[in-house]
């Protein structure tokens, strides 16, 4: 098992180099507009855009226009379809773009989880990289599962811009930057603001 899994590894080392590229180009990164569970405080779920979350969206658009991303990519959760139908590009939906997954917290507000999982609120507090939610997924979970993505961020030469959750953001930001995983969890990644790296 370990000759296999030190192939795997440099099968995807050697990809990974294969894909890399000097070519400068830019990365805009942006959470959806803000949704109906958001303005509740509820984690998760699948709701649409509030009423602001539509105006985030629709000043989005004219940012689309004045940029020009090449390709824009979403989650398959559709606060973020949504955001990016608005501005009026097609929009290529990835699943591994999916909020991190809350378990049996999902459709929950923090107070809610600290009231009726109080181990499960003390145990992610005290090391939220790791805890994975019963049922659901752990900040490793994520970044795990955003390797494939990143990948292809890398292969990309064209401006791209990612449409996604705070979670998914908060992973993808720090693996662009080079920021410690243990920091990843705590990354401040609002809403209605594009993240732009080049
Ligand atoms: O509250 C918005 C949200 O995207 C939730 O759906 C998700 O569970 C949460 O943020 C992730 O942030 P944290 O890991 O800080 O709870």
Not at 9 to 31: A, C, D, E, Q, Y
Not at 32 to 59: C, E
Not at 110 to 136: C, E, T
Request: proline content about 5%; aromatic content about 8%; overall charge positive.
């Amino acid at each position: 098992a370990s000759i296999y899994s030190s192939a795997s590894i440099l099968g995807r080392l050697v990809s990974f180099l294969m894909n890399l590229h000097i070519t400068p180009r830019t990365i805009w990164l942006t959470r959806h507009g803000q949704s109906v569970y958001n303005t509740r405080g509820l984690l998760g779920g699948d709701s649409p855009l509030s009423r602001a979350g539509i105006g985030y969206a629709d000043a989005l658009r004219c940012f689309v226009r004045a940029r020009d991303p090449a390709v824009i990519w979403t989650s398959t959760l559709q606060r973020t379809i949504q955001t990016g139908r608005a501005t009026g590009r097609g929009c290529l939906q990835i699943k591994a773009l999916d909020e991190i997954d809350a378990g049996i917290c999902d459709g929950m507000t923090y107070a809610q989880i600290a009231d009726r999982f109080p181990s499960v609120a003390d145990a992610r507090a005290a090391d939220k990289l790791r805890y994975r939610y019963p049922q659901g997924e752990s900040y490793e979970d994520v970044i795990r599962r955003l390797d494939p993505v990143i990948m292809d961020l890398e292969r990309s030469q064209e401006p791209v811009m990612v449409i996604a959750h705070q979670a998914v953001l908060r992973a993808l930001y720090a693996y662009l930057v080079g920021q410690a995983r243990e920091d990843c969890p705590h990354l401040s990644i609002p809403l209605h603001t594009v993240i732009e790296l080049r």
